[in-house]
Nanobody, 124 residues
Framework: QVQVAESGGDLVQPGGSLRLSCIVT?????????LTWYRQPTGKERELVAG???????TYADSVKGRFTGSRDIATNTMYLQMDSLKPEDTAVYYC?????????????????WGQGTQVTVSS
């Protein structure tokens, strides 16, 4: 019913920048509650990077504060993650999670959907 697609991952040198995009689409009328970026380095747990409730300030993991900037375009159900001053430890698959509700008939139903992820590799 709801699809999430990430894009923008690439190989970049330390100190470089990337901009990730997360787009939420559906054939149904949807209302988003939250959009959040996570990442999962190889062999490690998935961790929150940036995001939160729609209408509230974006929160950041301590490890990315001052380097990453999130922004939302609610009209297009899109969230961006501008990543600057990238470090090798930022290497991971970056996932977007969308939560909200969709309209089916006369009822609203909740959803929570993950995208397939986009690979970010920071290496010289």
């Amino acid at each position: 019913q709801v699809q999430v697609a990430e894009s923008g991952g690439d190989l970049v040198q330390p100190g470089g920048s990337l901009r990730l995009s997360c787009i939420v689409t559906s054939g149904k009328n949807i209302s988003l509650n939250s959009l959040t970026w996570y990442r999962q380095p190889t062999g490690k747990e998935r961790e929150l990077v940036a995001g939160g409730l729609i209408g509230s300030s974006i929160t950041y993991a301590d490890s990315v504060k001052g380097r990453f900037t999130g922004s939302r375009d609610i009209a297009t159900n899109t969230m961006y993650l501008q990543m600057d001053s990238l470090k090798p430890e930022d290497t991971a698959v970056y996932y977007c999670n969308a939560r909200g509700r969709y309209l089916s008939g006369s009822n609203y139903y909740p959803f929570g959907v993950w995208g397939q992820g986009t690979q970010v590799t920071v290496s010289s």
